[in-house]
Each structure stands twice: as structure tokens, then as C-alpha cells.
């Protein structure tokens, strides 16, 4: 019998993919109620206006069929620090100082092998998205979770636990705003409070940035390399797959004081050799681009969640602050997150996930829905659709 690495025992399923098999299945077609696509970050929003035809001009050059450079070629590197620097005031080198990865995702993991050792605790909020919280496993490292709270019906960070769930073994935090699954965004205070936490009791920080400015209501970006003493305590991990929509270009990026961006680069080339070759001459020009389509696209997110909360007053929702899915505590219906998904599918025809496993105790409460796939016209069907359902009958 072939044996199972240790490693694994902590290492368990999002439930995604069953959602996604189960939406599937031919007996689900419904005349009246095709199923609402609720439980994946896929997007039905409009690349940006460069993507597909960048990549098609691409596609027969040299450098979209090659290994090299492994850790990303020089100009999408530099069209990354010249982005970076007008949201943070701060400009990487593009040579030492950033890698290209094969997607957010991949950066994450290559920062943590790059800065975990088995036994570290990294902190986490609760929710976090699941992918996340493995990953720290993967690389040796024990999640701690501090939590969000819901106050007047919005996440709020709970500072007081934040500081709790640093402990001795602590070596630092990965963190999102917004966040996923919640849509939770930090304030100034937060940051502030996170960033003083990593100066006094020399911790870093791992920022995923994938959504940072996909902000609702007004919410203006703040960002944790705007404190001071924090560039060279932070990895900012990039991605073009939110804000950007690009999801199968698998552009991600890790950027970050040399030394350790050095020991990112090499868990990389390790991991996957090197960035998509077909993406990067269109990831450049997208970075480069006008940015007007990012906007365009938080109103329209925006519209989509507001569509959800006035169609479902009194449900127990929990309005983000940004990103593209939100929360619906079922607990407080009396449910537990895979009895409520199954179902929403059987009963409704949502496919919507359940939260077990994306953090800790307040995660497990919850099943998510995403809207970032389904327009205005068939999300105003959710109602209609809850109607006489389990789930609402226990309101």
C-alpha cells in the first residue's frame, strides 16, 4: 500500500468541487429554475479590453513558448512595481524584489514554504478561504483564526481577538481585505493594529491583495506597506484573477524584501519552473492599461449584492464590504452548512457552499454565495425561488 504523508492528516476538501459535480448532474435541469452557479469565483463580467487580443498577438513569439526567465520576464515585473507603487507609495525593483507565479495561489504557498517552519502559527480571520488554511498545513504551519463579528449586520474584525491569537509560536499573519469568503474588509484602525503587532513582536505579514480594490460603499483602499516600518516586514501577493478577471491566464506575483523574495523565487522554480509563457506579454499590458474596467466592475458587484439583501430582508445575510460573494448564517436557521447547501440544490436550485473548514467556529455557521457569475436578472429569482424552501420555513 502506497502510504499517505504525514503532512496530509490536516489537510482536507472545500466542498467546491462536490457543489460543482452535484450542479452538474443532468437531473438537476430544472425548466423553470436552471441552477443559479452560487458556489465557485467564476466570473460572467468582461475581460479587461487588452486581455484576449494582447494574447492572441502573442501566442506565436518566441517567449510565449519558453521556460525562461523562470521567475517571470522583466517587464511584467516592471509593470507590477510601477502598479504597486500607485496604490502603496512604494516601488519594488523589479529584478530583486518580485517573482511571477502561476496564480495567486501558487504565490501564497511559495511565501509560506519560503517563511513557515513546522510548529510556526500563522493568524489567519475566521472566515478565511479554505485554500488559504490549507496551505499553511501544506507548508508545516498551524492556523490560528481571529475572528470577524457581525455588528450591524457587517463584518467587523475583533481586535481584542487578533491580539489574543498571537502567541510565542506566532511568526506572522496572512490576510485579505476584503476577504474571502466573508467580503470582511479592514479598516485603519485594523491595519494599524495589525501593523504595530508585527513591529513590536517582530512578525511579518503575508497580504494577499487579489481583491484589494474590488471595495463597496465608498470604502477607500488602505494599504498595510503605508505604515510605517512594513516594507520590509510584508509579501504582497498578486493576482490577476479578481480585480482583473483573468482567471485562466494564471498570472499571480510575490513581492517583497529581496533577501526573501530570493527564497520565493527558488520555491517556485521548484514548484511549477515557470510562469504561463502565453500570459505575459498580455498580464503587462493589463497592468499597464487603464484601469477604468476595475471600477466598472465594483459597481456592478456592488448592484449584485444589493440585488440579494433588499430581495432577502430578514434572512440572515451578512452584507461585505467588498469582493464577490457573501454569507448566509444558516446556523441561526437551525442548519448545518452541507444539509443547508444540499438543500438549497435540491429545493431551489442554488449551488451555494458550506463553510465547514474555511476557518474556524464562525466559518462553520455559514454557506456562501457568490454573485460574480450571475447577473442582476436571474439573482432577483432567489426569492421566488426560496419561497415555501426549508430554509425559509425555519425564518
Known amino acids: 500500500m502506497i502510504p499517505k504523508a504525514r503532512r496530509l492528516d490536516s489537510i482536507h476538501g472545500f466542498g467546491i468541487d462536490r457543489v460543482a459535480a452535484a450542479a452538474d448532474e443532468p437531473a438537476r435541469a430544472n425548466p423553470r429554475w436552471p441552477v443559479l452557479r452560487m458556489e465557485n469565483l467564476d466570473t460572467d463580467l468582461p475581460l479587461p479590453p487588452e486581455a484576449v487580443r494582447v494574447t492572441r498577438e502573442a501566442l506565436e513569439t518566441p517567449p510565449a513558448n519558453s521556460w525562461l526567465p523562470f521567475t517571470g520576464d522583466l517587464e511584467l515585473r516592471a509593470a507590477i512595481a510601477d502598479f504597486t507603487a500607485v496604490r502603496t507609495g512604494h516601488r519594488y525593483d523589479p529584478e530583486r524584489e518580485i517573482v511571477i507565479t502561476v496564480g495567486g495561489m501558487e504565490g501564497l504557498l511559495n511565501a509560506l514554504l519560503a517563511t513557515v517552519s513546522d510548529g510556526d502559527e500563522i493568524v489567519v480571520t475566521d472566515p478565511t478561504y479554505a485554500g488559504i488554511v490549507n496551505r499553511i498545513h501544506v507548508a508545516g504551519g498551524t492556523p490560528r483564526v481571529a475572528p470577524f463579528r457581525v455588528v450591524d449586520g457587517e463584518w467587523r474584525l475583533d481586535r481584542d481577538a487578533l491580539v489574543a491569537a498571537v502567541r510565542p509560536a506566532t511568526r506572522g499573519f496572512l490576510l485579505m481585505s476584503p476577504s474571502m469568503p466573508s467580503g470582511g474588509t479592514f479598516d485603519e484602525d485594523d491595519w494599524r493594529l495589525v501593523c504595530d503587532l508585527c513591529r513590536e513582536r517582530e512578525l511579518f505579514l503575508i497580504y494577499d491583495a487579489a481583491m484589494e480594490r474590488l471595495l463597496f460603499d465608498g470604502r ?41 523574495i530570493a527564497d520565493v523565487g527558488w520555491m517556485h522554480v521548484y514548484n511549477t519552473t515557470t510562469p504561463v509563457g502565453i500570459a505575459r506579454a498580455a498580464a503587462a499590458a493589463v497592468l499597464r492599461g487603464d484601469q477604468a474596467h476595475v471600477d466598472e466592475c465594483v459597481v456592478e458587484l456592488e448592484r449584485r449584492r444589493d440585488t440579494m439583501l433588499t430581495g432577502l430582508p430578514g434572512w440572515p445575510l451578512v452584507r461585505p464590504g467588498g469582493g464577490w460573494s457573501l454569507l448566509l448564517d444558516v446556523s441561526a436557521l437551525g442548519f448545518e452548512p452541507e444539509e443547508a447547501s444540499r438543500l438549497l440544490l435540491e429545493e431551489s436550485s442554488i449551488a451555494a457552499t458550506g463553510m465547514r473548514g474555511w476557518g474556524g467556529e464562525v466559518a462553520a455557521r455559514y454557506v456562501r454565495f457568490v454573485f460574480s457569475a450571475e447577473p442582476v436578472e436571474r439573482l432577483e429569482t432567489i426569492p421566488e425561488r426560496l419561497a415555501g424552501g426549508s430554509l425559509a420555513r425555519a425564518l
Open 220 to 260: 477607500p483602499l488602505v494599504h498595510p506597506l503605508r505604515f510605517e516600518g512594513m516594507a520590509e516586514r510584508t509579501l504582497v501577493v498578486g493576482s490577476l484573477s479578481k480585480e482583473h478577471r483573468m482567471i485562466g491566464w494564471r498570472v499571480g506575483w510575490v513581492a517583497g524584501p529581496a533577501d526573501t
